[in-house]
């Protein structure tokens, strides 16, 4: 199973990025999804992420500007970005737990797509 992500680009301070990540083929179930990102000279960060149930969480600096959302029957996670800031810059990860069969669960990390946002 491969995470394929993809979205990224360059946008102006102020826009708006939709990123998804689609996994490559079926799997027995899906848990928890996420998006992560990682700025030069930074250590990669959780950025959010969202349960099998729905559940969300951000860190505060993107809360009330991204959305992350998931389509359980798609084995996809989006993340919509708005008001986007030169400090969002980074490139971003998806990742996801993946059951394989009722008791093997994987994690697995998307290739990244960068997000570069001008001021």
């Known amino acids: 199973v491969q995470l394929q992500a993809s979205g990224g680009g360059l946008v102006r301070a102020g826009g708006s990025l939709r990123l998804s990540c689609a996994a490559s083929k079926s799997v027995f179930s899906v848990g928890k999804m996420g998006w992560y990102r990682q700025a030069p000279g930074r250590q990669r960060e959780l950025v959010a992420d969202i349960t099998s149930g729905g559940s969300r969480k951000y860190v505060d600096s993107v809360k009330g500007r991204f959305t992350i959302s998931r389509d359980n029957a798609q084995r996809t996670i989006y993340l919509q970005m708005h008001t986007l800031m030169p400090e969002d810059t980074a490139v971003y990860y998806c990742?996801?737990?993946?059951?394989?069969?009722?008791?093997?669960?994987?994690?697995?990390w998307g290739q990244g797509t960068l997000v570069t946002v001008s001021s």
């Open positions: 990742n996801a737990d993946f059951y394989l069969d009722p008791w093997t669960d994987k994690e697995y």
